[in-house]
C-alpha cells in the first residue's frame, strides 16, 4: 500500500469526484463529509510522502509497472512534495470552510455538484504537481481548467458566468500554447517523460524548434498563472466566484501554475539553455514581474470593493513569485518557493475572512467593513494578521520570502529591485490600512448618529462566523505568524529544492 501512496493521491479525490453526487441525493451534507475526509486523507498522504523524501530521497512510480520512458512516471521530489503539502492542506482548509459559506452562495441543488467539481479540481492540481510526464500536466492542466471553470459558473451571482467565460477563452489560449510547446519538444526529442526531455533536449538547445518550443510553453503557463499583462481575466473570477473557491484558487490554482513554469525552466530545461538562447530571457521575466507588483498594487489601491482588491493585489503577489524565478539564484528560488507557501496561506485566509463577512452581511464593499471589529472580532482578527503578513511586516511569513528576493537582488547586483519591493509594501500597507482602520476604528454604518450612548439595544453584538468557518480562517492565519517566526521548517525544504533545480 506504501509504495502506492503516489498514485492513490490521485485515484482517491478522483473516485471520490465520482461518488459524491450519488450520496449527495440523500443530504447535501453527506458530499461535505465525502470532501472533507478525502482532502484529509490527501493531506496525510502528502505528509508521508514528504517524510519518504526527506529520508530515503526521491521517489519514482511508475504506472502500471511500465518503464518510463514509454510507461507514465510519478516522480516525487523535494519541490513538487513542497508544493503538495501546500495544495493539501488549502484544498482541506477549503473543504471544511465551505459547509457554511456555500449555504449563502450556492443554490441548494447545485451542492453535490460543487463537491463534485470541487474533488475534480483538487484532482488536476494534484496530478500536475506529481506527474513527472510533461503531458500529464497537460491532461491534468485541462482537468483543473474545466472544473475551475465550473466552480465559478455554480455561483448565484450571474457575472460569474462572464467571469468563467473569459477565464475558458483565456485558458484554452494557455493551453493551447502549452499543448503545441508540448509538440514541438516531442518532434525534437520522441519524448514526453521530464527526466528523459531533459538528458536529451541538450544537443538540440540551439535550434529554433526548442526555442519555439520554450516560448510556448511558458507564456501558455503565464496566461494560467495570471502574470501582468495576462491577468484580465482574474479579477472578474475571484470577485464573483463563490468565496471557498476564490479562496482555494488563489491559494493553489496560482501556485501549481508557478510550480509548472519552475519545472519546465529548471528541470525540463537547464539553466545552460538560457546561455545559448536567441536572446536573454531573464530580463523579459524580470520586467514583467516588476511591472505585475507595481501595477497589481496600484489597481489594488483604487477598488472599493474588497474581493476585487484583493484579486488585484493577487496580481502583485505572483510578480514576486516570478521575480524570484527571474533572478535565476538560489536566493532567489528561495524567495519564490517561500512566496508560494506564504501567498497560499496570506490569501487564503483574507478571502475566508471575506466569504464571513458575506455570510453575515452580503456585502463585500470596503465601506461595510466599519465596526466588523466588534461585530467578528476573531474573524478581523484573522484578516488583520494576514494583512500585516501581505506588507511584509517582521515575524510574519510576508517578511521572509520579500527579505530573500531582496538579499537576492543585491547579491546579483540589481539593488534597484530593493526599492520596487519596498515601494510595493508600502502601497500593500496603504490599502491594507484602510480596512484595518474601517475595522477596528470606525464605527458601523448607521451607527454615528447615535454618538456615544451607552443603550444596551445599541450597542454591537458579536456576531462571529460559526466554527466550520472560524477553524480553517484562524488556523491559516495564525500559520502567517508561526512561518514568520519559525521559518526554518519551510525554508529548509525550499533551500534543498532550489539548490537542485540551479545546480
Known amino acids: 500500500m506504501i509504495k502506492h501512496l503516489p498514485a492513490l493521491l490521485i485515484v482517491i479525490p478522483l473516485l471520490a469526484a465520482i461518488i459524491t453526487p450519488i450520496i449527495g441525493r440523500i443530504h447535501w451534507v453527506l458530499s461535505w463529509y465525502t470532501v472533507t475526509i478525502t482532502t484529509f486523507i490527501s493531506f496525510v498522504i502528502s505528509l508521508s510522502l514528504l517524510q519518504t523524501v526527506l529520508l530515503q530521497g526521491d521517489i519514482s512510480y511508475w504506472m ?4 518510463p520512458p514509454w510507461g507514465i512516471e510519478y516522480a516525487i521530489d523535494n519541490l513538487n512534495v513542497y ?11 477549503g473543504a471544511i470552510y465551505s459547509k457554511n459559506n456555500i449555504n449563502v452562495e450556492i443554490d441548494e441543488a447545485r451542492k453535490p455538484f460543487f463537491y463534485s467539481v470541487y474533488l475534480l479540481f483538487v484532482t488536476g492540481l494534484m496530478g500536475m504537481v506529481v506527474t513527472g510526464d510533461i503531458f500529464n500536466i497537460y491532461v491534468f492542466l485541462e482537468i483543473t481548467s474545466l472544473s475551475g471553470y465550473a466552480l465559478i459558473a455554480i455561483g448565484k451571482k450571474r457575472q460569474a458566468l462572464v467571469g468563467a467565460y473569459n477565464y475558458l477563452i483565456m485558458g484554452t489560449i494557455g493551453a493551447t500554447f502549452f499543448l503545441l510547446g508540448i509538440g514541438y519538444l516531442y518532434l525534437m526529442t520522441g519524448t514526453l517523460n521530464i527526466a528523459d526531455l531533459a538528458a536529451r533536449l541538450p544537443e538540440f538547445y540551439q535550434t529554433k524548434a526548442i526555442f519555439t518550443a520554450f516560448t510556448f510553453l511558458v507564456v501558455g503557463l503565464c496566461i494560467k498563472l495570471a502574470l501582468f499583462p495576462m491577468h484580465f481575466w482574474m479579477p472578474n473570477v475571484y470577485t464573483h466566484a463563490p468565496s471557498a473557491v476564490s479562496a482555494v484558487m488563489a491559494a493553489t490554482g496560482a501556485k501549481v501554475a508557478a510550480y509548472a513554469i519552475i519545472r519546465v525552466m529548471f528541470t525540463v530545461f537547464e539553466p545552460e539553455f538560457y546561455t ?58 528561495i524567495g519564490s518557493l517561500i512566496h508560494l507557501l506564504n501567498h497560499a496561506m496570506m490569501k487564503g485566509a483574507l478571502f475566508f475572512v471575506v466569504g464571513a463577512v458575506v455570510y453575515r452581511t452580503g456585502l463585500t464593499s470596503i465601506e461595510n467593513f466599519r465596526g466588523l471589529g466588534k461585530k467578528m472580532p476573531l474573524s478581523m482578527a484573522a484578516f488583520t494578521i494576514a494583512a500585516l503578513s501581505m506588507t511584509g511586516v517582521p515575524l510574519t ?17 540589481m539593488w534597484w529591485l530593493v526599492p520596487v519591493i519596498l515601494l510595493s509594501s508600502l502601497l500593500t500597507a496603504i490599502y491594507f490600512w484602510r480596512i484595518i482602520d474601517a475595522v477596528w476604528f470606525k464605527p458601523a454604518l448607521g451607527e454615528e448618529s447615535h454618538g456615544h450612548e451607552h443603550d444596551d439595544h445599541q450597542k454591537p453584538k458579536s456576531n462571529d462566523a460559526p466554527a466550520s468557518m472560524l477553524i480553517p480562517t484562524l488556523t491559516v492565519a495564525m500559520l502567517c505568524l508561526v512561518f514568520g517566526v519559525f521559518a526554518y521548517a519551510p525554508v529548509s525544504l525550499a533551500e534543498k529544492a532550489a539548490v537542485i533545480l540551479l545546480k
Do not use: C, H, R
Open 64 to 67: 502500471g509497472g511500465w518503464q
Open 276 to 333: 545559448l538562447a536567441p536572446f536573454n530571457i531573464q530580463p523579459i521575466l524580470l520586467i514583467l514581474a516588476v511591472a505585475a507588483i507595481l501595477a497589481g498594487s496600484i489597481m489594488a489601491l483604487a477598488q472599493t470593493d474588497i474581493k476585487k482588491m484583493l484579486a488585484y493585489s493577487s496580481v502583485g503577489q505572483i510578480g514576486y513569485i516570478v521575480l524570484g524565478i527571474s533572478l535565476m539564484s538560489v536566493n532567489g528560488m
Open 83 to 93: 508544493v503538495m503539502i501546500i495544495v493539501s492542506f488549502m484544498a482541506l482548509a
Open 397 to 413: 511569513v510576508g517578511f521572509v520570502s520579500k527579505w530573500y528576493l531582496a538579499v537576492a537582488s543585491i547579491e546579483i547586483g
